[in-house]
């Protein structure tokens, strides 16, 4: 038996636990059990600190420092209730995984006893040493102060554990010298900056009773899931996330059978213990299904306000990573784990909408409501035309360069698809107005110029990175195992922008001037519609005509980042207040830093498994042939695969050689361009030798659990 033999017997073996309580703690019993939400809210706060606190989260009202003591100890009272031991800041630094460090509530009472104590600076303040995240220069190593700010827009949670429960505080992660050093503060601003320009807008519409404007956040996950027998015989998925080596199978996706189909039962376990953890967390967990590829699968939520929703989906990211083992699963949220078959991404579902509930995206009926709507669209599609690099920019990273733009994910190509009707009203605007929506029967004639639309009227494409769907846009390009927060910072900004020149130009209009506004909206449409495209994205044609109009098409992370460091990006940046100029370098600086460490890594261990496991595979092959009678069949044989070995070893030096020149770059942004340029291809040319191996050496002999057995065998 081999290692692979022995870990395919056992899954044969698995047999699915019951490891939940379905009908004794129903899904409405549980939801938001671990959460200090509205109820738990009520019933430990006094009233009027209920009030406040509420009046805080809901954005009306600025931070109240009086109320912390008495909120502090609310929240204590609640998580003692539940077995808590330990309290936690719990934030998103540049690594773009959470971080927590844990302190107990106890405190000694100096006779030999201690009691439980949580202040509301324990509540509101956490001060973590700072020195080991990553500050893109901003701080140096022995400058150590960082600050955790408790950010009530987001729920207090527990974690529950089978051995304790943490209450956990999300916080926001700040230097020393007040710049941001996580993910959540640039998104905040930028909500800020939005809400504040979108107001402005609706202002002019005569809305005078909205107070409060910001965006809304639904994404989609894709994952896959792998036997961790299995898996955990392949040093590339446990250090790197992605296999760096695997021949394709004799069939991966091409049946298309695994789209939707039945869900098999061990997967369907792994994916109800999330639900029901995901409810208990007050995560509103909504859809669950199989993706394309075969071991693929997705979640989804249902949308809430942005700040909450990209932390509930980093939530979501760790709870997978956290059940899957419980299921004997290997949890993979690498953009491409796996070469030939789909790769992961998320959908981030955004729209923008009003305190008073109503969404700025929906094209509703009534006549005004379209202008209104015709508004923010126009601006929308001016953000991603005007600054579709930096949008582009946002979700470039190293595991995102296997995905975007290889024919199966939206291409590296920032275009918006409206569908049929709305490109014909945009259209018609352009021409200098609109009379009438496309479909004969439906038509309803708008105030002046522009017409009624009727909801849902869009088809679908799957090949735009940016669609409109319904009432919101949909981004189809973020990556799988992204931190939501910079790319819904980055569209936001990108709005804000676009909002406030609208917001302007209206200043010079008197309020309610249709046909001065459809003259402004239709100079939108003229400058900006060489984003729109309805076609099929993944298509050569979209690429030649995408470069004729001018359209930035950054094919990779090196590509990317530069646009972040423009004049434009600045500007964009600091105008709004989200990054300062030194913030935005750091950030960029972290990208760079992170695009070497990734590939680096991934080089050595790709050097690793070729030389301590594919190269002593191969030896033991050629002896095993060497052995055997001799024919013209197996001398073939034995000539192909030894001069195979010979091109192995030649591949692991010259993957070598390249990271070696490589490290001597100058600028870490020479660094990266040199793994671009060598490093990359020299490891691609060594897994052109081992994949091609693997289908030659004998089968038994083969070391790494492969691709028919990680993507089949669960
Ligand atoms: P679709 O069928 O268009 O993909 P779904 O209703 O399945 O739409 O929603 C997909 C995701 O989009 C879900 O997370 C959903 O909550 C989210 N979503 C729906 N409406 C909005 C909205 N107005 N703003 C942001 N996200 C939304
Ligand atoms: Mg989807």
């Not at 991603?384 to 975007?404: K, P, T, W, Y």
Request: proline share 5%.
């Amino acid at each position: 038996m081999t290692a692979r033999t022995t870990a395919i017997s056992g899954i044969a073996a698995h047999r699915v636990a019951k490891t939940q309580d379905y009908l004794e703690s129903a899904g409405a019993d549980i939801y938001g059990q671990y959460v200090f939400d509205d109820v738990a809210q009520r019933k430990y706060l006094a009233k009027p600190i209920y009030q406040k606190l509420r009046q805080t989260i809901d954005g009306h009202e600025p931070f109240d420092l009086a109320i912390v003591d008495a909120v502090a100890h609310g929240v204590k009272e609640w998580a003692l209730g539940q077995g808590a031991t330990h309290y936690t800041h719990w934030f998103v630094p540049m690594t773009g995984s959470t971080a927590e460090k844990h302190d107990s509530f106890l405190t000694p009472t100096g006779d030999g006893k201690t009691i439980a104590e949580f202040s509301g600076r324990n509540l509101v303040q956490g001060e973590p040493d700072a020195s080991s995240f990553p500050s893109g220069g901003i701080r140096a190593t022995f400058e150590a102060r960082g600050y955790t700010a408790w950010d009530v827009t987001s729920p207090i949670f527990l974690q529950v554990e089978p051995n304790g429960v943490t209450l956990t505080i999300p916080t926001a992660y700040v230097s020393f010298t007040g710049e941001a050093l996580d993910h959540k503060i640039p998104l905040l601003r930028s909500q800020e900056a939005l809400g504040k320009q979108a107001l402005r807008v609706l202002r002019w519409f005569g809305n005078r009773a909205t107070k409060r404007v910001f965006t809304n956040i639904g994404p989609e996950q894709e994952y896959f899931l792998v036997d961790r027998r299995l898996a955990e015989q392949r040093p590339d998925l446990l250090l790197t996330g992605r296999t760096l080596f695997g021949a394709a199978p004799p069939k991966g996706q091409e049946l298309e059978d695994q789209y939707f189909g039945p869900i098999r039962e061990r997967i369907l376990a792994f994916m109800m213990d999330l639900d029901r953890e995901l409810w208990r967390l007050g995560i509103p967990a909504k859809t669950r299904h199989n993706e394309v590829a075969p071991g693929q699968f997705e979640m989804a939520p249902v949308y809430e306000p942005t700040s909450v929703g990209s932390d509930h989906n980093m939530i979501v990211m760790s709870l997978m990573r956290r059940l899957a083992p419980q299921h004997g699963l290997m949890f993979l949220i690498h953009e491409k784990p796996f070469a030939g078959i789909n790769g992961s991404g998320k959908h981030n579902n955004w729209s923008m909408a009003t305190d008073d509930g109503e969404n700025l995206l929906d094209p509703g009926n009534d006549p005004h409501a379209n202008a209104q709507f015709l508004a923010f669209l126009m601006a929308v599609i001016r953000a991603v035309n005007e600054h579709a690099d930096l949008i582009r920019a946002s979700i470039a990273d190293a595991g995102q360069d296997h995905r975007l733009g290889a024919n199966e994910a939206p291409p590296a190509i920032m275009s918006i698809f409206l569908g049929s009707q709305l490109v014909d009203v945009v259209e018609q605007l352009g021409n200098g107005g609109a009379t009438g929506s496309k479909q004969g029967g439906s038509v309803e004639l708008g105030v002046t110029s522009l017409p009624v639309l009727s909801k849902d009227a869009t088809d679908r494409n799957r090949t735009s990175p940016f669609a409109f769907t319904g009432n919101k846009f949909e981004f189809r390009a973020v990556g799988s195992s992204a931190p939501i927060y910079w790319p819904q910072t980055v569209l936001n900004t990108a709005v804000a922008d676009s909002l406030k020149k609208l917001a302007d130009e209206l200043d010079g209009l008197k309020p309610e001037d249709m046909a001065g506004l459809t003259t402004i909206l239709s100079g939108i449409v003229k400058a900006n519609k060489q984003v729109l495209f309805e076609g099929n994205g993944y298509s050569e044609e979209w690429h030649a005509e995408a470069a004729r109009r001018g359209l930035p098409n950054n094919r990779s992370t090196v590509d990317a980042l530069p646009s972040l460091t423009t004049d434009k990006a600045k500007a964009l940046f600091s105008g709004f207040g989200v990054l300062s100029e030194r913030e935005l370098a750091a950030r960029v600086e972290i990208s760079w830093e992170r695009y070497v460490k990734v590939q680096d890594i991934e080089a050595n261990c790709a050097a690793d498994i070729a030389s301590t496991m594919i190269l002593p595979a191969t030896a033991r092959y050629l002896g095993e042939l060497g052995g055997a009678p001799s024919s013209r069949g197996i001398n073939a044989v034995c000539e192909r695969v030894s001069a195979l070995a010979d091109t192995l070893v030649d591949a692991i030096g010259a993957l070598q050689g390249a990271q070696h020149e490589a490290h001597a770059a100058g600028s870490v942004e020479d660094e990266a361009r040199a793994f671009a340029t060598s490093v990359i291809p020299a490891q691609d040319a060594l897994r052109g030798v081992v994949d091609e191996l693997e289908t030659v050496v004998a089968d038994d002999l083969w070391p790494l659990p492969k691709y028919r057995e990680l993507l089949f065998q669960y």
